[in-house]
């Protein structure tokens, strides 16, 4: 049985410990390590200095408690689920028991965004023995910084929180006519204001945020609301007519893991015209798309009083990612073959 020391935020509604469970039923023998009692110790202040400057006592231990554990066992793989408080001498370390070392990075630390915390993890590109990466676009940013072998693999839904609702499930059942989960940010803000004052589309928002750009008018206008996971998140989905689906420019994203999520769930997807969803979904077949506002306006107006067709490109969009693979096992079943493969590699 292959052996794994799996590290990340191991929070049970995270992406990253769903990653994990793919991992356990793919039959991996999963040794976990839990980053967050290190990247969450103390109060507000402490950690935002710690991961905006990657400093203090905190970082010093979580290097050295991983070494320590992965030493403590022999590992095929040590995979690092967006690990940024690790020096490229503790990679270097770990990479010296005999394990292969696989970062996985959702995010992009070439991308305009300006999220914080990348100096170490820019610093220990060169010493991973493989980046998996979930847009293509990086993959040249990543081998000019030094990167030894890049990998693709897209976002993924996890089949033990996102599938369908209970049989019978009806529209009168759906309480939210068009609905968003996520956060503000690139111009997310603007993007739902002019849905509402231009067109009259007041779209409910879940995500965190919203109280700190939205005005409190526009947030209870909005019908805002703080984030949800698990299964409060699949229910929201299973309660909303018309799913919105943005991507995160700032990150040069194509396509997120609401892409794979809400279908997943046979939620109505009304998403972004990127060339990832054209990609992975049939326009008007298994998802609807949008260029701009004034289509997404045009669009929701188009399927809302649409109750069959809504059923019809949600049931066809639920099998499309369930027969293409878009599940986190199915991601991880590809990956591990291109894994095993030395002259698989991510197209440049």
Known sequence: MTQILYVGSLDRNGHCYQRMQAFRRLGWDVEPFDTDPYVLAG?????????????????ERMNVDLLAAARARRYDHVWLDKVLFLRASTVRDIAATGARTIHFNPDNPFGSRGDPGWRLFM????????HVLPRASNIAEYTRAGARRCLLMPYGYDPETHFPPPAGWRD???????????????????FFLELWRRHGIAVNLRGSHW??????????GLNAAGPVYGADYRETIWRTRISIGLVSHGNRDEYT???FDIPACAGFLLAERTAGHRSAYREGEEVALFADPA??????RH???LVEERARIATAGRARAVQSGYSNDGRLAKLIAELENPDAAAPS
């Open 43 to 59: 109060g507000r202040i402490a950690r935002a200095i710690r991961i905006r400057l990657l400093i203090g006592p905190e970082v």
């Open 123 to 130: 610093a220990a590109i060169p010493s991973y023995d493989v």
């Open 172 to 190: 009168s059942d759906r309480t939210i006519d068009v609905g968003f989960v996520g956060t503000p940010f690139d111009r997310r803000k603007e």
């Open 211 to 220: 109280e700190r750009v939205l005005s409190t008018d526009e947030y209870r």
């Open 257 to 259: 893991t609401r892409s």
């Open 295 to 300: 289509e997404c306006a045009r669009q929701i």
């Open 303 to 305: 399927y809302l009083p």
